[in-house]
């Protein structure tokens, strides 16, 4: 019956379709387009996803890209037939944006999509790709080394030292094997051992770790039009996230950082990209310049903030593609957004190890504007989420658990 409504309000104006609605990323395409009155479905693989429960969006069951990229792609076409006007894709998750973005041609006829395709896409999610870019217009980067074979480890241990990290260049396949996307490596023993288990994963690249904590980390987020110029701008300070050093945002607030915006939109213009994305930094605390972390050709998990500080994002990709593009102003400061569940559980657990006390963290509550989950005009998604976690709390000691039994706070990939 919802998508029955969904398709009568698809007459009249070109609908959204948001792929991956599990957490936050996709929960809130749905709540900023929502709010401009724009139809909206939401696609999972998962049929537990917590998207599906939003009162502001149909939602359909998909097949699941990463196993079937071909029934992935001809549910798609087979959807977009059946919409009376072309649908603008928003993917927020690489296993999604990569088959449209293969893909583009078939699935043209029934889909806007804003967003490069796969000429352009390979290079931005190429890691290589981007530090080379980065360091051809000037943006800063941590200490690189590219390794091929083992004989490059030796080189990497002169020109960076230990502790480091190892990452892929393409991130999906080494993501997948170890549910993280970077290996942080202390001694020689460790990095030759850590790299028996990923060299079958391509070219890794070995880094130093930029000193500062997780208040060192700044994103640019921004929507570049097919010619790479910039509609929407927006800066912001990751304040906390989790776990530690590299995980997922819990806190974050919005400050303009011009010099961040910037070499950001310098690096993506280098790489000819078109689409929302994420560009991460982290501050040195050595000598204050901004080191680039990495490159997210999508919506990532905070990406809200943007839209609550006056730069929406998903509004700025969608009048774009529909033939309406505007300039976003200038954001306004200091607004926070929060994931609730993961900030107090993390909040709690080192308020018991003595490492943080609870009255500054209370304060730190006082400019949020939006939490990821928890909207009280969409309260269902949250109030799934919060009644899995309370059930994986009181199931009996070594009860199997599977991935559907519960979205835990966090298990989004993403910054």
């Not at 939602?59 to 006007?85: H, I």
């Not at 889909?111 to 395709?117: D, E």
């Amino acid at each position: 019956m919802r998508f029955e409504r969904f398709l009568e309000r698809a007459a009249a104006r070109h609908p959204a379709v948001v792929l991956q609605v599990s957490w936050a990323n996709g929960l809130d395409i749905i709540r900023d387009l929502d709010r401009h009155g724009v139809p909206l479905l939401g696609l999972d693989a998962n049929p537990r996803a917590v998207g599906f429960s939003s009162r502001r969006a149909a939602g359909l069951v998909c097949p699941d890209p990463k196993s079937d990229e071909e029934a992935f792609v001809s549910f798609l076409e087979d959807l977009g037939r059946r919409l009376p006007l072309r649908g603008v894709l928003f993917p927020t998750h690489d296993e999604y944006i990569w088959p449209i973005s293969r893909h583009a041609e078939r699935l043209e006829p029934w889909f806007i999509i804003p967003f490069s395709r796969w000429e352009a896409m390979r290079r931005v999610y190429d890691k290589r790709q981007q530090i080379e870019s980065a360091w051809r217009c000037g943006v800063d980067t941590p200490r690189t080394v590219f390794v091929d074979s083992a004989a490059d480890l030796e080189r990497g241990v002169r020109e960076i030292g230990l502790p480091a990290i190892l990452k892929p260049v393409e991130s999906l396949a080494f993501k997948l094997r170890f549910r993280r996307h970077v290996l942080t490596v202390d001694t020689r023993d460790e990095l030759d051992r850590v790299y028996d288990q990923v060299d079958d994963c391509g070219t890794l690249m070995m880094q130093e770790i930029v000193p500062g904590g997780d208040e060192e980390l700044y994103t640019l987020g921004s929507y570049l039009d097919e010619g790479s110029r910039p509609l929407a701008v927006f800066t912001g300070h990751k304040l906390r996230q989790h776990p530690p050093l590299f995980g997922h945002c819990r806190m974050a607030v919005s400050r303009w950082v011009p010099e961040l915006a910037d070499a950001g939109i310098r690096l993506l213009q280098e790489l000819g990209y078109h689409g929302v994305s994420q560009v991460e930094f982290k501050r040195d605390v050595r000598d204050g310049r901004y080191k680039l972390m990495e490159i997210n050709g999508r919506h990532w998990m905070w990406h809200a903030l943007g839209a609550d500080s006056g730069v929406d994002l998903s509004f700025a990709a969608y009048s774009d593609a529909v033939g309406r593009p505007f300039i976003a102003p200038r954001q306004t400061e200091g607004g926070r957004w929060v994931i609730l569940l993961t900030d107090a559980r993390d909040a709690f657990r080192e308020w018991r190890r003595g490492e943080r006390a609870l009255l500054p963290w209370a304060a730190s509550y006082r400019n949020v504007r939006r939490d990821g989950l928890y909207d009280l005009a969409d309260p269902l998604p949250g109030l799934l989420v919060t009644y899995r976690q309370l059930r994986s709390l009181v199931r009996p000691p070594g009860a199997a658990r599977t991935r559907k039994d519960a979205q835990a706070p966090g298990a989004s990939s993403d910054a």
